[in-house]
């Protein structure tokens, strides 16, 4: 991975929605508890069907689209009603399904220094991988550009709350995995 990254031109978000980012809005999700403070980012990571790239499932899965018959692996899954604020791509593309402003359905049971339901007061960002796969260093770069957007808009978040799936449901869950290099990430900051 390069030690530094090209410039890139700020994000900016208005009303909840990144303006320089694919949308493809999800119906999965509803609205945060009155005055929540947002102040986590969790990292995810998803490929469907698994260790499967590029081909568009994952945009299905959060709209309530994916066919069953597509892929054996997708009976399991479909009828699930899950999102993430937002997906980035191995190609470093961002997607943006939930508004910031809402809860997406993305963590589960969980918990971050004590306090309970995540999903309540965090931004969930999927990285298309595999707990086992190496990420490309266009979404180290992409999730680097879009959580400084995201501090800069929500004060309160900063890079020691930005955390795996893995640590705020340990029991249940794995992602973003092994393969994530907390180090080299946070470096970037």
């Avoid at 997607?95 to 402003?101: A, D, K, L, P």
Wanted: glycine share 6%; aromatic share 12%.
């Amino acid at each position: 991975m390069p030690d530094t990254l090209p410039e890139k031109p700020p994000l900016s978000i208005i009303d909840g929605w990144l303006i320089n980012a694919r949308h493809c809005a999800s119906p999965n999700f509803n609205s945060r508890p009155h005055n929540t403070v947002v102040d986590l980012i969790i990292v995810h990571n998803i490929s469907l069907p698994p260790g499967q790239f590029n081909n568009g499932y994952i945009e299905d899965f959060f709209c309530n689209q994916l066919d069953p018959k597509q892929h054996l692996y997708f009976e399991s899954i479909y009828q699930l009603q899950v999102s993430a604020h937002c997906v980035i791509k191995r190609s470093g593309e961002i997607i943006q399904c939930v508004s910031f402003n809402e809860r997406a359905w993305h963590a589960g049971k969980s918990i971050f220094e004590g306090r309970e339901n995540c999903n309540d007061y965090s931004i969930g960002i999927e990285l298309e991988g595999t707990d086992t796969l190496p990420y490309t260093s266009a979404q180290y770069a992409q999730l680097q550009h879009l959580s400084h957007a995201l501090m800069q808009h929500y004060p309160h978040i900063n890079p020691a709350r930005i955390s795996g799936h893995n640590t705020i449901a340990p029991e249940r869950k794995t992602d973003p995995g092994e393969s994530f290099n907390w180090d080299y990430f946070l470096n970037l900051f």
